[in-house]
């Protein structure tokens, strides 16, 4: 950075504050220096204070040690309070730094600051409460792309001398996760073991003996603490497991010890932390990074996440920041009912604390690179590898071809669909659950006059469909023809029924019409994996001819009642839809969403129908769910129903048996609403459909292609490293976490890729190159 911007402000709200600006250039040989003043402004106090408490009245779970608070009003409407408060905070700083005792220095960094330069910006002062504004909404600033402001106190420590004279060959960071209680440090540990060319030793809820002795033992770079923290009186105190809790006092004299060995950055993933950087300042730790406030657990965990990837993937240690900070607006945190809500202005919980005489350290010049010299197969040996890796890959996709490796590729796929990122509810579709309780209240099954008093209820909220799955073949109780009036009379009712069963009671209630059944019903069966070796619900049948059908049914209609419910979506809101066309193929818009092939990834002969992979929102729970008691006595919103889709069914082991799927357990009416949910993504969003590499009818030569690449590469590592056992173990470990990784990143975009042909093909060749280099397998335990 090619400037230093220091502004010191000293006084208090009552009198105002004396500033001074400081500008330090590569030019410059001493800072040139510019004086001004800032007027009284309690009321922005006041108004600061206020927006930091409605701030943390959202509610949402965060990193803070406090007793529980009782939350007042609904969620929207402590969210726009929140804003609104925002904003006049916002404007009120402006109004104050725009005032005529402070224009000079205003003109002077309007005049030196540069929108496309990166410059170094920090204020310091000893007002805590000077230091909880946003000074990043200073209109002044925020025209400057590539500027990050930062905070001191006014008593700036001299920087330590640093003694180490060697670098590590990687970053060495000390981990402290702290009390987790009520938060997820797990996630900060998962990401922090993916950060390149890191050591990162984890301390997990430690005593404050252990955190000592790895100060004063070993020379760190970074310290990072995840867990609970707050501020007492100007003094920063950290949760450090479930039963005690330190001060950075009673740190003193292993911070003191890391300092004079070169420690860099103090990284506070937690609330409060405006204390805790004051006293570390002390400490002279070069730079802090903590979070003004209360800081809830999802935000935590995101700024860590792009922060790191930032700082470490090569940008300077403050765009590193900001670029974090910026990507906190919009995020979505969980209530205490399990609903998201955007979190207004989380951008303001992040700070660097810095010594500006510090040099700001770049990730890359934390460690010292190590380039040993690699040793390239010769000719003969190549050979040998390709030989070994073609074998393997023919011999591993030959048993693939007759579906030996079925159940355990399913069950790979199901793990790397369970970590996907998360997936927020559809807000399009409502479920509503008839509950155990429901049952217990009503009877079961649901009688028919309540089923058409929960119809003509939902009705009246004017949705854009509804869907009905619940069988009613068979009258129930009271109020039969009341019910069949309501579903021949609702043109965008639709009807569930079980195709492929000669059992009458899956079919749709003899006294509907011909019409309704034709056009009004449709089936809601699922695909099960159980003859493949593998139970699951993975598969999702749009579409089936029932004169194929072996068994005769009742049940008549060729569509599946999320297709009929996402296409009456969206055709009352004019959205492009579905259709197939003369050779059979489904359509929407200029897009063809292609059935299964019989032989398709790690199925080796599907079944018949037009299926598709049901490609789950990665969140078990598809969308927002309300009770029949709800929905009956006016308690759900009307808002909650108008304009969606409503589907009605069993939410209880009971009445409804649960389907496994690679989220569990889940009750049949979230499966069709997964299901639903996929095909309005695919017609809206263009989101993609499960696919594989390419194959030749029931060739699969994409996928033999990508295992015999990986094979090789197991097969150079064996070569590579040759007698070297325990290198060569850690080695194929490395790659196949690689490998899994790789495959969760294509399977998030679509692509199911053959893990476990490639897993068995790559520890294969190894295995074959070492017994073909040393035939005398003695030779490798030497």
């Known amino acids: 950075?090619?400037?230093?911007?220091?502004?010191?402000?000293?006084?208090?709200?009552?009198?105002?504050?004396?500033?001074?600006?400081?500008?330090?250039?590569?030019?410059?040989?001493?800072?040139?220096?510019?004086?001004?003043?800032?007027?009284?402004?309690?009321?922005?106090?006041?108004?600061?204070?206020?927006?930091?408490?409605?701030?943390?009245?959202?509610?949402?779970?965060?990193?803070?040690?406090?007793?529980?608070?009782?939350?007042?009003?609904?969620?929207?409407?402590?969210?726009?309070?929140?804003?609104?408060?925002?904003?006049?905070?916002?404007?009120?700083?402006?109004?104050?730094?725009?005032?005529?005792?402070?224009?000079?220095?205003?003109?002077?960094?309007?005049?030196?600051?540069?929108e496309d330069e990166e410059a170094r910006f920090s204020v310091q002062s000893s007002d805590r409460e000077l230091q909880k504004l946003p000074w990043f909404e200073w209109d002044l600033l925020k025209r400057c792309d590539r500027v990050e402001p930062a905070l001191n106190s006014l008593e700036v420590p001299t920087l330590a001398r640093i003694t180490r004279t060697t670098l590590h060959p990687k970053v060495k960071i000390l981990a402290i996760l702290g009390n987790s209680e009520g938060i997820d440090v797990e996630s900060d540990r998962r990401f922090l073991n993916e950060l390149p060319n890191a050591e990162v030793t984890f301390l997990p809820e430690p005593t404050s003996h252990a955190i000592t002795a790895e100060l004063w033992e070993q020379e760190w770079d970074i310290i990072f603490f995840a867990g609970h923290s707050q501020t007492e009186d100007d003094t920063g105190r950290i949760y450090i497991n479930q039963t005690e809790s330190i001060t950075i006092d009673e740190l003193w004299t292993g911070l003191k010890t890391a300092v004079n060995k070169g420690l860099q950055l103090a990284i506070f993933n937690s609330c409060d932390g405006l204390g805790i950087a004051n006293q570390l300042n002390d400490r002279s730790i070069p730079f802090i990074v903590v979070m003004r406030e209360a800081v809830p657990d999802l935000v935590a965990q995101q700024y860590l996440r792009v922060f790191l990837t930032n700082f470490a993937g090569g940008e300077s240690f403050h765009n590193a920041s900001r670029i974090a900070r910026e990507q906190l607006h919009g995020i979505r945190l969980p209530t205490a009912n399990g609903e998201y809500f955007e979190c207004p202005y989380a951008t303001w919980l992040p700070v660097i604390y810095e010594n500006p005489a510090a040099i700001p350290p770049r990730w890359e010049d934390l460690y010292r690179v190590e380039t040993p010299p690699v040793s390239v197969p010769k000719q003969p040996e190549l050979t040998r590898i390709v030989l070994a890796s073609l074998f393997c890959t023919i011999l591993v996709m030959f048993a693939r071809s007759f579906g030996l490796l079925q159940p355990s590729e399913l069950s790979a796929y199901d793990r790397l669909m369970k970590q996907r990122s998360l997936q927020g509810i559809d807000p399009r579709i409502l479920i509503v659950e008839v509950s155990e309780g429901t049952n217990n209240r009503y009877s079961y099954p649901l009688p028919d006059n309540i089923v058409a008093q929960l119809l003509q209820t939902v009705e009246e909220a004017k949705p854009s469909a509804i869907g009905l799955s619940l069988l009613r073949y068979q009258p129930r109780g009271e109020g039969r023809e009341k019910l069949i009036a309501r579903l021949e009379n609702n043109p965008h009712l639709f009807l569930?029924?079980?195709?492929?069963?000669?059992?009458?009671?899956?079919?749709?209630?003899?006294?509907?019409?011909?019409?309704?059944?034709?056009?009004?019903?449709?089936?809601?069966?699922?695909?099960?994996?159980?003859?493949?070796?593998?139970?699951?619900?993975?598969?999702?049948?749009?579409?089936?001819?029932?004169?194929?059908?072996?068994?005769?049914?009742?049940?008549?209609?060729?569509?599946?009642?999320s297709f009929q419910l996402a296409q009456h979506y969206l055709q009352r809101n004019l959205l492009p839809t579905f259709s197939f066309s003369d050779r059979g193929d489904l359509r929407v818009s200029d897009r063809i969403i292609p059935t299964l092939n019989d032989r398709f990834a790690a199925y080796s002969s599907l079944d018949g129908g037009y299926q598709m992979m049901l490609n789950y929102r990665s969140n078990p729970q598809p969308a927002m769910h309300a009770s029949v008691e709800d929905v009956l006595s006016g308690k759900l919103p009307r808002d909650r129903i108008e304009g969606k889709i409503v589907l009605i069914g069993d939410g209880n082991e009971i009445a409804n048996t649960p389907d496994r799927t690679p989220y569990g357990m889940l009750p049949q009416a979230w499966i069709q609403a997964h299901a639903t949910s996929q095909l309005l993504d695919v017609a809206i969003d263009n989101r993609p459909l499960i696919w594989a590499l390419p194959q030749w009818g029931n060739l699969q030569w994409g996928d033999a292609i990508w295992v015999f690449i990986w094979s090789m590469f197991g097969g150079t590592l064996s070569w590579v490293f040759k007698k070297k056992r325990l290198v060569l173990g850690l080695s194929l470990g490395a790659i196949l976490i690689f490998l899994e990784r790789i495959c969760l990143f294509l399977l998030e975009r679509g692509g199911w890729m053959p893990l476990v042909p490639t897993v068995l093909a790559l520890l294969a060749t190894a295995l074959l190159i070492a017994i073909w280099k040393f035939p005398n397998l003695s030779e490798l335990s030497k």
């Not at 079919?507 to 099960?528: M, Q, V, Y």
Request: aromatic content about 8%; proline content about 7%.
């Open 1 to 114: 950075m090619s400037k230093l911007i220091v502004l010191e402000l000293d006084g208090d709200w009552e009198k105002g504050f004396r500033a001074t600006l400081a500008i330090t250039s590569e030019t410059t040989r001493f800072p040139s220096t510019l004086k001004g003043d800032l007027p009284p402004n309690p009321e922005l106090l006041k108004l600061s204070r206020q927006y930091w408490h409605h701030f943390y009245n959202l509610g949402a779970p965060s990193r803070i040690k406090i007793q529980q608070v009782t939350l007042r009003g609904s969620i929207n409407d402590r969210i726009q309070t929140c804003k609104r408060v925002a904003v006049e905070l916002r404007n009120a700083i402006n109004t104050w730094l725009g005032s005529e005792l402070f224009r000079p220095i205003a003109d002077r960094l309007h005049s030196v600051l540069r």
């Open 496 to 561: 569930t029924c079980g195709f492929n069963h000669r059992d009458k009671t899956l079919s749709p209630p003899p006294e509907l019409s011909g019409r309704f059944i034709a056009e009004k019903t449709g089936f809601g069966d699922f695909l099960d994996d159980s003859k493949y070796g593998n139970e699951g619900t993975r598969r999702h049948l749009i579409a089936y001819s029932p004169d194929l059908q072996p068994n005769i049914s009742a049940c008549t209609t060729p569509r599946s009642l």
